[in-house]
């Protein structure tokens, strides 16, 4: 009866093996290879990123189901049947309006292909430092140890930090900062994230980090 149990569960074990299988890939726009793009299996923690040409592999099994994602670019999915090899092309997300506020402010329009319209507008003279973008490294960072520089000291900073699909991996609320802010991501996945910042009730630029 032992032996027969051995057998069956050797035999599951030899079956789901077998079910996997190594899948290869690229991730690119309609120009260029897309680096650090991610790739994940859909419900599941299993997923990897793209190197610097665009290239990746992934054990999957065949039903599972791959989403692909890059900032600023559309997420794409795609069922695992009987690939070996899958090339993948990404669209850019549609943009609508984005004002840009510096010496002037211009109200640019940008469809799938990028068609600008541009008109500049008069902007108060009294622009603030807070909305000055504040700088990132090491980035990426291989050990998920960050930096963010500021342009001047706050007395309270929120930082949150998402992943691509707008899951919060980290947050935290820094009081009385200097000029530098030690952002500990040592903890997340390899892949890209998005760094958002309050600044004593002021929106900060969004931040694109990267684990490797």
């Known amino acids: ?23 290869k890939g690229t ?3 309609e120009i260029s290879a897309l680096e650090w793009a991610n790739i994940y299996i859909k419900n599941s923690t299993i997923g990897t ?12 099994q065949k039903g599972d189901t791959l989403a692909i994602s890059y900032t600023g670019y559309q997420t794409k999915e795609i069922v695992v049947n009987t690939q070996k ?5 990404l669209e ?22 990028c068609s600008w319209t541009v008109v500049t507008e008069e902007v108060s003279e009294n622009l603030s430092n807070s909305f000055s973008t504040p700088s990132l490294y090491p980035n990426p960072s291989s050990n998920g140890i960050f ?39 040592a903890s997340v996945r390899t892949g890209i994230y998005l760094i958002n910042m309050i600044a004593d009730g002021v929106g900060l630029p969004t931040q694109k980090a990267i684990r490797k």
């Not at 090899?85 to 092309?89: A, G, L, M, V």
């Not at 549609?94 to 402010?105: C, F, M, N, P």
């Not at 500021?150 to 998402?162: A, D, F, I, L």
């Open 1 to 23: 009866m032992k032996k027969i149990t051995l057998f069956a569960i050797l035999l599951y074990a030899f079956n789901t093996l077998s079910a996997q299988t190594t899948i």
């Open 27 to 29: 991730v690119t726009d």
């Open 49 to 60: 990123t793209t190197d610097a040409n665009g290239n990746f592999k992934l054990q999957v």
């Open 85 to 89: 090899f899958i090339p993948i092309t």
């Open 92 to 113: 850019n997300e549609s943009l609508d309006e984005v004002i840009i506020t510096s010496q002037s402010s211009r109200r640019v329009t940008c469809s799938t292909r």
């Open 147 to 185: 930096h963010l520089t500021m342009s001047t000291p706050y007395k309270e900073v929120q930082v949150t930090v998402t992943n691509l699909l707008g899951q919060q991996v980290h947050s935290k609320r820094y009081q009385n900062t200097k000029t530098s802010i030690t952002l500990d991501l």
